[in-house]
């Protein structure tokens, strides 16, 4: 896949993405001392605040510009370039934890087999990302508007139920021990251009089944479409629903 992140915006205008991620922290308890992987790690923010806690923690991620980011926003901590659905560990891990980024991934039993591989008897997954439904109002207000100029979009991301998602772990041997879905309306930060901006960083592949002189078009009918459903008081809301789990091997 290529790598199509902007991470000094994703950092600027999206902070809600890790920001959002602090629930999902205290469900992890990590320990001082305890051996921790952050799969998906982004710009490194969550990667600093397990390193805060005292434990030795490794961000990772397939993005090089992410990678890149991340170790300039912490020279200390140790960040790697990585695939979630091939990465392997030099030694058994007390938990893995991975906020906002296993959505992006359609292979999910590969994910989950390097996880287990990864963790020590009795290790934790901790794990947030976007759940059945998630983004639909954003997502099919484009799609209808792909299809209009004649385009048939494939949804590039993969939003599992809690069910599927918890079967899934217990297939590869995992007992869960939390587990929860709920909506997440999230405001974005530009009064006006807010949408625009969230389908710009996050829908690369919708939007490059069009020539980019018809971005801004697309972009504004669909701002049209969706306003009645999601702009409210002055801003634009990201119709997100989140999963939540800690697995346990
Ligand atoms: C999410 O965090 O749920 C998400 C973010 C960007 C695009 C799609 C989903």
């Known amino acids: 896949m290529a790598d ?3 991470s000094s915006l994703y950092d600027d205008r999206h902070s809600f993405v890790w920001k959002a991620g602090a629930g999902l922290l205290e469900l992890l308890e990590a320990k001082p001392g ?4 952050d799969l998906g790690c982004g710009t490194g923010h969550l990667t600093a605040k397990i390193s805060e806690a005292g434990a030795e923690v490794t961000g990772a991620d397939s993005s090089l510009s ?3 980011q991340a170790r300039q926003n912490y020279p200390k901590l140790k960040f790697q370039l990585a695939d979630a659905r091939e990465f392997t560990v030099p030694e058994p891990l007390d938990a893995v934890f991975s906020n906002a980024t296993l959505h992006w991934i359609k292979q999910p039993e590969m994910v989950i087999e390097r996880v287990a591989a990864a963790l020590r008897p009795g290790g934790r997954f901790a794990l947030e990302f976007g759940a059945k439904h998630n983004i639909e109002r954003i997502r099919l207000g484009l799609e209808a508007a ?3 100029r004649g385009v048939a979009a494939e949804c ?3 939003y599992p139920s809690l069910g599927e998602y918890t079967t899934l772990l217990e297939k590869h041997g ?4 939390y587990a929860s879905t ?5 405001k974005l930060e530009h009064p006006e251009r807010g949408l ?4 710009e960083m996050f829908c690369g592949s919708y939007l490059s089944l069009l020539p980019v002189s018809e971005h801004g078009a697309l972009l504004a009918e669909v701002e049209a479409a969706l306003k009645p459903e999601i702009y409210c008081d002055g801003f634009w809301y990201a119709d997100y629903r989140r999963l939540r789990i800690v697995a346990v091997r």
């Open 174 to 177: 995992f007992a869960i021990s």
């Open 146 to 148: 792909l299809l209009r």
């Open 196 to 199: 625009r901006e969230w389908i």
């Open 182 to 186: 709920f909506p997440r309306w999230t």
């Open 66 to 68: 992410m990678i890149a």
């Open 34 to 37: 305890e051996r921790v992987l």
């Open 4 to 6: 199509t992140w902007d």
């Open 156 to 158: 590039p991301w993969y």
